[in-house]
């Protein structure tokens, strides 16, 4: 079965370095979302691509946080630089569609600790 | 505030039981979703309803949807062990800010 890859699958870093965080979507799918949970917050959107192109990134604080999808196989997240707050489950997601939100598939997650 | 809140928060059954999870939302929307999680691991993909569909069966699970009275019902037949998990709720509300959003889940407990 196709997956969605994340790397790394866990991170211990300490406050003020940059994280970055990849994801491989399933292949043919041209939607990418971004997604932290928290036990606190729950599963929110960071920000999600639709043929490479960002459509929303609102849900990202974008002083510390970017998104990027250089190409159609790879998508990136980085915090620059990180705090303790951003310590959470990073799961990236891919689909199919052209407008809406259909089935998602999601990966294994990264999970980050910001010391 | 929350687009989709899942209803109860947690819930423990008996193996063989039925269990019923609810999820109300706000706004208009063009599909439901119900995820399910294991132990913080990745999301799982359920079930699909769009909005102009009232009930979807997958094998032992069955998804009902009132537009309405904007709720939506997970049903398990026969609940296993291995059902034990979260179950979410993702909206996709209609308009030109639309995104998918999930509720904060429900915590599911089978018993053997």
């Known amino acids: 079965d196709a997956r969605v890859t994340q790397t790394p699958r866990h991170k211990v870093t300490e406050m003020g370095q940059e994280v970055t965080m990849r994801c491989q979507p399933i292949l043919g799918h041209n939607t990418v979302f971004w997604y932290r949970q928290t036990m606190m917050q729950g599963l929110e959107l960071l920000a999600y691509?639709?043929?490479?192109?960002?459509?929303?990134d609102s849900g990202m604080p974008k002083d510390r946080f970017s998104a990027e999808m250089p190409d159609a196989t790879l998508a990136t997240l980085k915090i620059q630089p990180s705090e303790p707050r951003d310590s959470a489950v990073y799961f990236c997601?891919?689909?199919?569609?052209?407008f809406g939100f259909g089935t998602q598939h999601f990966g294994d997650g990264t999970r980050l600790s910001i010391l | 505030s929350q687009q989709g809140e899942e209803d109860p928060q947690a819930l423990s059954i008996q193996e063989g039981e039925n269990a019923t999870m609810n999820c109300s939302y706000k706004t208009s929307i063009n599909n439901l979703q119900w995820y399910r999680q294991n132990s913080g691991r990745c999301l799982v993909h359920l079930i699909l309803?769009?909005?102009?569909?009232r009930e979807k069966h997958s094998g032992r699970l069955r998804v009902t949807l009132d537009t309405s009275k904007k709720s939506s019902s997970l049903l398990i037949t026969a609940s296993r062990a291995a059902d034990t998990a979260s179950y979410f709720c993702?909206?996709?509300?209609?308009?030109?800010?639309?995104?998918?959003?999930f509720g904060k889940g429900i915590t599911l407990s089978v018993r053997p």
């Open positions: 691509f639709r043929n490479r192109a960002p459509l929303d």
């Open positions: 993702a909206t996709d509300s209609t308009g030109a800010n639309s995104k998918l959003t």
């Open positions: 309803i769009r909005s102009n569909e």
């Open positions: 997601a891919s689909g199919f569609g052209n």
